[in-house]
């Protein structure tokens, strides 16, 4: 089974982008553990499709917290010069937004959106990721 589940805050407002009529949304976002020697901080790439990706557009900004859940991908690439780099992103499934500060049951001071699921047109897993140019 191929699932991840992150809890963590934004680096920097999401970049977003439509080819081919495919929504793309590509984000970081770091999580930190604490371990005896200190605190440590892991960076994410996120990759988001269709309906999800237009709503992480949306309501997604640098420093809000997120849990999402996704499967990851590794792909190869070549750069200019002919070498071989090897990439991970975490190509999300479900967003959850977490609400910073507010008292149990108090209503939120931003639009929080009704979205869970990443239910683009047609069929997510008929995007090639490698076919996204950027």
């Known amino acids: ?54 709503v992480c557009g949306k309501y997604l900004s640098k420093g809000r917290q997120i849990v999402l859940e996704g499967k990851l991908y590794t792909h190869k690439w070549q750069d200019k010069v002919g070498s071989t780099h090897w990439t991970t992103e975490v190509i999300a499934k479900e967003i959850h937004f977490i609400s910073e500060g507010r ?15 990443n239910e683009p047109a047609d069929n997510k897993d008929d995007v090639n990721i490698e076919d996204i140019p950027f």
């Open 1 to 54: 089974m191929n699932r991840v589940e992150l809890f963590g805050r934004l680096g920097g407002d999401p970049e977003v982008k439509t080819t081919n009529d495919v929504t793309v949304a590509k984000f970081s976002i770091a999580t930190t553990e604490k371990r005896k020697e200190g605190e440590h901080t892991e960076w994410h790439r996120i990759v988001a499709f269709g309906k999800l990706a237009e």
């Open 103 to 117: 008292k149990e049951g108090a209503e939120p001071n931003y639009p929080v959106p009704d979205f869970k699921k």
